[in-house]
């Protein structure tokens, strides 16, 4: 089976990974079929880039991402996390998901204080 994951390819206390398609046989840093793309987690934000072309191409084929590898297609927006094919879309960040709230006035007749609170329990 070949599974879409990643292989270390960083220095000591340096890693980074290169996205890889590989038998599932194989040992983590071993033989692979085809680089799919690269994960540097010490960027800020971490650097994710991916040929998303073929890796939909390997899911289409049965390839199965890792959690880690599956967590991260979703992060770029390229598949979804059961392996179905995703069509691409640049992630947005969470300030353009959530609307801007406004302060709601307080009233103050509603606010109840420590005194207060203590005589209605």
Not at 27 to 36: A, K, N, Q, S, V
């Amino acid at each position: 089976m070949v599974k879409i994951r990643l292989r270390r390819v960083g220095a000591t206390k340096k890693p980074q990974y290169r996205i890889v398609a590989a038998d599932s046989r194989s040992p983590r840093d071993g033989r692979f079929i085809e680089i799919l793309g690269h994960y540097n987690p010490l960027t800020e934000p971490a650097t994710v880039v991916v040929k998303g072309e073929r890796v939909e191409h390997w899911l289409r084929h049965g390839a199965q991402p890792t959690d880690v590898v599956a967590r991260l297609l979703r992060t770029v927006g390229t598949a979804s996390a059961s392996g179905a094919v995703a069509v691409a879309q640049p992630a947005s960040t969470e300030a353009e998901q959530t609307p801007a709230v406004e302060d709601a006035p307080t009233d103050e007749a509603t606010e109840v204080s420590g005194g207060e609170k203590d005589a209605q329990d």
